[in-house]
């Protein structure tokens, strides 16, 4: 379904992705995994179309995507739920699951607002509040019900455990194997490497802007190297 070769990306001057390769089949969840500042960001920012890269290309669904264009990522239905939310603090949230569908979802924006209140019950009790009062949990749920309203085809979660407590982060990968269940394909960018793993079925592993190890998400829980530098075994 996605098929990206050999990326090469960076700021300036300065490379960060070295080379990436990664593919993800229909309905799969593939896991993108590694430390704070090895390129994930990046590397989302290339499929998203936000950032152009300097070699390599993107091809989804059969087609190249055309680089650095977010509207045709958009349109193919590459929808990133960014790092940090991003959600507009001093809209509601009825106006900000109103705004994932401006583009993409259009036609369908009520239907669509139904299902994603009918997955987040707890966004349905609160439409009419500003979506910055919400708890860090709430808003992340806003913003994965925002990319929602978008139709993707796939989904990219940029570290949506981050900064939850536990409880939430066990909700938040308890709801992204439900979501999938149902047939999305997600690309789960993360940091916690264990939970990422227990719920995806394949992992890639990044460091420094290269992909170092990747395979089913089973064999790579197993694997002895990445449980010394991963999994705190
Ligand atoms: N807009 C930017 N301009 C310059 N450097 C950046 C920018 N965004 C990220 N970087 C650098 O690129 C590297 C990778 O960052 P990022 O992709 O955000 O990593 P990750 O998401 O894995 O934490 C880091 O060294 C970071 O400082
Ligand atoms: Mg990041």
Known sequence: MLEV????????RVEVLRGVSL???????????GANGVGKTTFNGVLSGLLKPWEGCVTFEGRALPPGDTGAALDAGLVLVPEGRHIFPSLTVHENL??????????????????????????AERLTQRAGTMSGGEQ???????????EP??????????GLSPLLVEEMFALIGRLNAEGLA???V????????????????????AI????????????????????GV
């Open 140 to 150: 992340q749920m806003l913003a994965i019900g925002r990319g929602l309203m978008a």
């Open 5 to 12: 070769e050999n990326l090469r990306a960076g700021y300036g």
């Open 98 to 123: 109103w705004l994932g569908g401006y583009r993409r979802g259009r036609a369908h924006r009520a239907r669509n607002l139904d299902q994603v209140l009918e997955t987040f019950p707890r966004l």
């Open 190 to 209: 993360e940091q916690n490497v264990r939970l990422s793993l227990e719920v995806a079925h394949r992992g890639f592993v990044m460091e420094n802007g």
């Open 186 to 188: 997600i690309l789960l």
């Open 23 to 33: 593919g993800l089949g229909p309905g799969q969840i593939v896991a993108l995994l």
């Open 153 to 162: 085809r796939l989904l990219i979660l940029d570290e949506p455990s981050l």
């Open 212 to 231: 170092t190890a990747s395979g089913r998400a089973q064999d790579l829980l197993a694997d002895p190297d990445l449980q010394r530098s991963y999994l």
